[in-house]
Every structure is written in C-alpha cells, then in structure tokens.
C-alpha cells in the first residue's frame, strides 16, 4: 500500500457555453427564496435586502461581501438566497461572485458545471465578459470562481480584483461576493478593504461568540464596512 498519494493536478476548465444556464432550473431546497418564497425563512431575507437598501439610499452600485468566521455557517447559501431576493426588486441586476477559490460552491448550487470564472479573468486569462454566465433566474448573473492556481493567493489580487468590481458595477445594482471564511485565509480581510460592505454570517447555536467578535473586529480594523450579522440554521417555527 502506497503511504504517499499522489497529487493530482487540477482539472482544467473551460470558458462557458454562451447562455449556459439560462434553461437550468433551480432545484436546490435550501435556495428558499425560489422554492418557499412565502415562507418565514424567505422574509427573512427579504428584511436583509430592505435593510442594505436602506443603506443606500442614493441607489448608487454597490459591492457586498459576504463572509463567516468558520466553514459550515451556510454563507453560500444565504448569499444566493441574498441574490434572489434583491432580483424581486423591479429592474434590479445582480451578479454573485464565486470568492471562494479553494473551495467554490455557487455553481454546484446553482446545477451547473465548473467553468472558467474569477480567477482566469484577473490572472489575465480569460476576458471578463465571458466570465459571466446567465442563471434561469431573470437579472441574476453568476461568475464561478475559476481555475484554482497552483499558489491560491494569487487568485485574489486585490489591486486588480478592485478593478474588475469597479467595471462590474457599470452594468450590476449590486455586486455579492461570497467569499471563504475570514478566520481561515486573509482573502476575506483583503477583499473587505475594497467592497462597499460585509455581511457576517452566523450559525445559530453553533458559531462560538468570541470567533464572531474577534472576526467582526479584525474586518473592521483592516477597514471593511461591517454592515451587520446574517443568522442561520433557524427553523421556519423559530420565530424568535
């Protein structure tokens, strides 16, 4: 028996069909805002939306990154659900963001294939239009991570990152970045400096409250705009 794996090198992935996922249903249940849109878990979200909007009340583009202190707080999905409640808005064009180079998710969530995204479009590998991809949902764009580099942190160079976000906001409303969780990598903290705010997620019951502190802190000293805490893992019952 082989004591050393070997390593195998990463798949190489190719620029998106045109129009790929404009005809892929969404499918997955804890997406609720597609799937129980009445629900209370769905208002919920609604509330969030209407609170970021409140905050921005000359309607100007605006980028959000969303973030938690450890893995498994549900932040993929609460920025999706995010997403989806922001294209209720008339006229309103949203694009998410895949952050999470080493571990990407959106796509999986959304029943499509990985392809080229984020990472090819700032290592100057792929043009940033073809980076986008419709979703069946109307006025909500997706780009996935991407290839994941031989040194991940080169996937996340904030001067150019900075730069694509600011021709992004040309054509997006909003702009949700999921990113990994900021305990575990500096792309969150680096990342924060450039959006226009954070949203930190929470497992209820789970997250230990001196981590979600000490993360909350470090992202505003390195001087992110902390816009507020995002609860999950609530049941539809659990109205308190």
Same mark, same amino acid.
């Given at each position: 028996?082989?004591?050393?794996?070997?390593?195998?090198?990463?798949?190489?992935?190719?620029?998106?069909?045109?129009?790929?996922?404009?005809?892929?249903?969404?499918?997955?249940?804890?997406?609720?805002?597609?799937?129980?849109?009445?629900?209370?878990?769905?208002?919920?979200?609604?509330?969030?939306?209407?609170?970021?909007?409140?905050?921005?009340p000359d309607g100007a583009a605006r980028t959000v990154?969303?973030?938690?202190?450890?893995?498994?707080?549900?932040?993929?999905?609460?920025?999706?659900?995010?997403?989806?409640?922001?294209?209720?808005?008339?006229?309103?064009?949203?694009?998410?963001?895949?952050?999470?180079? !080493?571990?990407? *998710?959106?796509? /999986?969530?959304?029943?499509?294939?990985?392809?080229?995204?984020?990472? #090819?479009?700032? &290592? $100057? %590998?792929?043009?940033?239009?073809?980076?986008? !991809?419709?979703? *069946?949902?109307? /006025?909500?764009?997706?780009?996935?991570?991407?290839?994941?580099?031989? #040194?991940?942190? &080169? $996937? %996340?160079?904030?001067?150019?990152?900075?730069?694509?976000?600011?021709?992004?906001? /040309?054509?997006?409303?909003?702009?949700?970045i999921d990113m990994a969780p900021a305990m575990l990598?500096?792309?969150?903290?680096?990342?924060?400096?450039?959006?226009?705010?954070?949203?930190?997620?929470?497992?209820?019951?789970?997250?230990?409250?001196?981590?979600?502190?000490?993360?909350?802190?470090?992202?505003?000293?390195?001087?992110?705009?902390?816009?507020?805490?995002?609860?999950?893992?609530?049941?539809?019952?659990?109205?308190?």
């Amino acid at each position: 028996m082989a004591l050393f794996r070997r390593r195998t090198a990463p798949r190489k992935l190719e620029p998106a069909p045109r129009g790929e996922g404009r005809d892929v249903p969404i499918k997955r249940e804890e997406l609720v805002m597609a799937h129980r849109p009445a629900g209370h878990i769905a208002e919920q979200y609604r509330r969030l939306r209407n609170s970021i909007q409140a905050l921005n009340p000359d309607g100007a583009a605006r980028t959000v990154l969303v973030t938690s202190a450890v893995r498994g707080e549900g932040k993929s999905v609460a920025t999706l659900n995010l997403a989806l409640a922001m294209v209720e808005v008339p006229r309103m064009r949203v694009l998410v963001i895949d952050g999470h180079v !080493r571990n990407p *998710s959106l796509e /999986r969530y959304l029943g499509l294939p990985r392809r080229q995204g984020l990472t #090819d479009v700032i &290592l $100057g %590998l792929l043009p940033l239009e073809q980076a986008i !991809r419709p979703t *069946s949902v109307d /006025r909500l764009d997706l780009m996935g991570a991407g290839t994941l580099p031989d #040194d991940p942190r &080169l $996937g %996340l160079v904030v001067e150019r990152a900075q730069s694509i976000l600011h021709t992004l906001k /040309r054509h997006y409303d909003y702009i949700l970045i999921d990113m990994a969780p900021a305990m575990l990598v500096a792309e969150p903290s680096l990342m924060g400096t450039i959006a226009d705010g954070i949203v930190l997620v929470v497992r209820l019951g789970e997250t230990p409250k001196h981590l979600v502190e000490e993360t909350y802190n470090m992202l505003e000293n390195l001087g992110g705009n902390v816009l507020g805490t995002l609860v999950t893992g609530a049941s539809e019952t659990d109205r308190g």
